[in-house]
T-cell receptor, first 120, second 107 residues
Framework: GAVVSQHPSRVICKSGTSVKIECRSL??????MFWYRQFPKKSLMLMAT?????????EQGVEKDKFLINHASLTLSTLTVTSAHPEDSSFYIC????????????????FGPGTRLTVL | AQRVTQPEKLLSVFKGAPVELKCNYS??????LFWYVQYSRQRLQLLLR??SRESIKGFTADLNKGETSFHLKKPFAQEEDSAMYYC?????????FGSGTQLTVLP
């Protein structure tokens, strides 16, 4: 159980175009999903927290207008990289927290396989 | 603010040798600590969490509040343990990750 999928797994786009990445919880409901960015040989950097039915909370330094997040349902969150530039090339990972919450479920997150974005 | 420190970026041990991956944290509240593992070409997955006090794949980790540490240990490393290991601190329903330690178990 607790599977999170991401689509696409890999995308290459031209500079200036927008790219949408989907994150789905397949067998559980997730009121909260998280979007991370992982740089080569470095840790995961939290970009934003996505709450179902409300606006995302962005971490300091992350441009809201560039990284649009939508969490329209309990099983789907999307990240749209708008007007992508080569410096946006990275590995984007989403995670989801079980909506049950409480006790040991409060902080545990289940991770997607990641999306490799390359902007030419 | 919370902080997780993993001092070793790379760690190599021989098969059958003990291994310890260090993790220290800084947090003013009551911490919830996790170890996540990422095998080559696979997604990040939970290895263990301190509240469970369990042993997974032979790994254990004890929360030491006095030393603010949550080191990951295994008495006899196996080649299949080679992976990237991340220590994480859960707070305010978020996870703060350490920078990770790449463990290589040599034959």
């Amino acid at each position: 159980g607790a599977v999170v999928s991401q689509h696409p797994s890999r995308v290459i786009c031209k500079s200036g175009t927008s790219v949408k990445i989907e994150c789905r919880s397949l067998d559980f409901q997730a009121t909260t999903m998280f979007w991370y960015r992982q740089f080569p040989k470095k840790s995961l950097m939290l970009m934003a927290t996505s709450n179902e039915g409300s606006k995302a909370t962005y971490e300091q330094g992350v441009e809201k207008d560039k990284f649009l997040i939508n969490h329209a349902s309990l099983t789907l969150s999307t990240l749209t990289v708008t007007s992508a530039h080569p410096e946006d090339s990275s590995f984007y990972i989403c995670s989801a927290r079980d909506a049950r919450g409480g006790g040991s479920f409060d902080n545990e997150q289940f991770f997607g396989p990641g999306t490799r974005l390359t902007v030419l | 603010a919370q902080r997780v420190t993993q001092p070793e970026k790379l760690l190599s041990v021989f098969k059958g040798a003990p291994v310890e991956l260090k993790c220290n944290y800084s947090y003013s509240g009551s911490p919830e600590l996790f170890w996540y593992v990422q095998y080559s070409r696979q997604r990040l997955q939970l290895l263990l969490r301190h509240i469970s006090r369990e042993s997974i794949k032979g790994f254990t980790a004890d929360l030491n509040k006095g030393e603010t540490s949550f080191h990951l240990k295994k008495p006899f490393a196996q080649e299949e343990d080679s992976a990237m290991y991340y220590c994480a601190l859960g707070s305010a329903r978020q996870l703060t990750f350490g920078s990770g330690t790449q463990l290589t178990v040599l034959p």
